[in-house]
Every structure is written in C-alpha cells, then in structure tokens.
C-alpha cells in the first residue's frame, strides 16, 4: 500500500511514516460504471483518491442534460471542494468505468493537512494545475468555436493519456458534453478533421 500512496501526487513527497499513517486511516471502495459516488447539494463527507477506473465531474441540468466538469483518472482525487469550503458538494460525481478509490474522511483529511505539509503543499499544487486547466477551457468556451473546442480537447486527452493517442472509452457524446456542443455537431467535426488528416 505504501508503494500505491507513494505514486499518488498528493502523497508523493511525503515520509514513510507519514504515509504509514494515511494508509491507515483509508478505506478503499469499488464503484460500477455509472454509479453515483456524490450527489450534488450533499454534504461533503471524505476525499476521494482514484486508485483505478475513471470518474466525471458533472453538473445535470433540470431536463437530465450533463455538462462534464472534468474527469479524474489513477492518482487524481476529488471532494476537497466541499471540504475546504465547508459547502454542499459543488456537483455529481460519476464513475464512467468500473473504478476503486481510496476513502479519507473528512476528520482524517484535516488532521493531514494540519499535520503534514507535504499534503497540503501537494493539494495546492494539485488546484493550481485544476485552476489553469479551467482557465483554458473558459478561454476556449469564450475564443474557440465547436471545431477548436474539439480539437483542442483531443489534444488535451492524448496529452493526459500517453501523449499520443485519445483514451478508451471517450464517446462522440461524451466530447459533445465536455465541449458544449450536440453530439451531432462533434460527429461531423471529427468527421471534417479525420478527412482533413
């Protein structure tokens, strides 16, 4: 387990007795795809450390529509919003693929930041790099029509993949919701961009 913390970036620079502590005040839990881990307007409960799988953002608009916020994939976590701010959780979190996570409540969570600085430095970081990606995609939002929102995202998840190509699992639809736009309208764009090489 000490390996498995030790590759997360959160605990990456932390000491071994640091992490001995961490790994026991975790719980690991399993999720299905498309099962609920938060519900928007709850109360914030725990982080949540992806150990495996792959979970979305979302808000769900009044007649069921979803606008995907990000996705969080091995080694990100999520819920610290709420927990920070002390808030009902900002919005849905689902898992699009059969995922684990690695559960620190909400009192644990506190005592590491207040005990390790290594945990806290890590967690700045962490919302930093969140900061700007959320600032790119509100300047792409603004700047960018349909065709280079969807170009840009390709780009943006191959990066986050391996640098080469688009991970398993990412729909038409699926883009059409992290873009903004019908899924209709991504279709003919990768469509365009296919035959355009």
Same mark, same amino acid.
């Not at 961490?22 to 299905?32: D, G, N, Q």
């Not at 849905?92 to 945990?119: K, N, W, Y």
């Not at 700047?143 to 993949?161: H, K, Q």
């Not at 688009?166 to 003919?188: C, D, F, W, Y």
């Given at each position: 387990?000490?390996?498995?913390?030790?590759?997360?970036?959160?605990?990456?620079?932390?000491?071994?007795?640091? @992490?001995?502590?961490?790994?026991?005040?975790?719980?690991?839990?399993?999720?299905?795809k498309?099962?609920?881990?938060?519900?928007? /307007?709850?109360?914030?409960?725990? =982080?949540?450390? %992806?150990?495996s799988?792959?979970?979305?953002?979302?808000?769900?608009?009044?007649?069921?529509?979803?606008?995907?916020?990000?996705?969080?994939?091995? /080694?990100?976590?999520?819920?610290? $919003?709420? +927990?920070? &701010?002390?808030?009902?959780?900002?919005?849905? %979190?689902?898992?699009?693929q059969?995922?684990?996570? =690695?559960?620190?409540?909400?009192?644990?969570?506190?005592?590491?930041?207040?005990?390790?600085? /290594?945990?806290? +430095?890590? @967690?700045?970081?962490?919302?930093?790099?969140?900061?700007?990606?959320? &600032? &790119?995609?509100?300047?792409?939002?603004?700047?960018?029509?349909?065709?280079?929102?969807?170009?840009?995202?390709? +780009?943006?998840?191959?990066?986050?993949?391996?640098?080469?190509? %688009?991970?398993?699992?990412? $729909?038409?639809?699926?883009?059409?919701?992290?873009v903004?736009?019908?899924?209709?309208? %991504?279709?003919? $764009?990768?469509?365009? @961009? $296919?035959?355009?090489?």
């Amino acid at each position: 387990m000490e390996t498995t913390l030790r590759s997360i970036p959160l605990f990456s620079q932390l000491r071994e007795s640091d @992490l001995w502590r961490i790994r026991e005040a975790t719980v690991s839990r399993s999720y299905p795809k498309d099962s609920i881990i938060l519900f928007e /307007g709850e109360q914030a409960e725990a =982080l949540y450390i %992806v150990l495996s799988g792959r979970v979305k953002v979302v808000y769900v608009s009044e007649d069921g529509r979803e606008v995907i916020l990000g996705t969080r994939d091995k /080694g990100d976590f999520f819920g610290e $919003t709420a +927990l920070l &701010d002390e808030l009902p959780n900002p919005a849905h %979190v689902i898992a699009m693929q059969d995922t684990e996570l =690695l559960v620190l409540r909400r009192e644990e969570f506190r005592r590491c930041l207040s005990e390790m600085p /290594g945990v806290s +430095l890590g @967690l700045l970081r962490a919302l930093s790099r969140r900061l700007r990606s959320q &600032d &790119d995609m509100i300047r792409g939002l603004v700047l960018l029509d349909v065709r280079g929102r969807v170009a840009r995202l390709i +780009l943006d998840l191959a990066e986050r993949n391996d640098g080469s190509a %688009v991970p398993k699992g990412i $729909t038409h639809n699926l883009i059409a919701q992290m873009v903004g736009a019908s899924r209709e309208t %991504v279709s003919r $764009t990768l469509r365009e @961009l $296919t035959t355009e090489g």
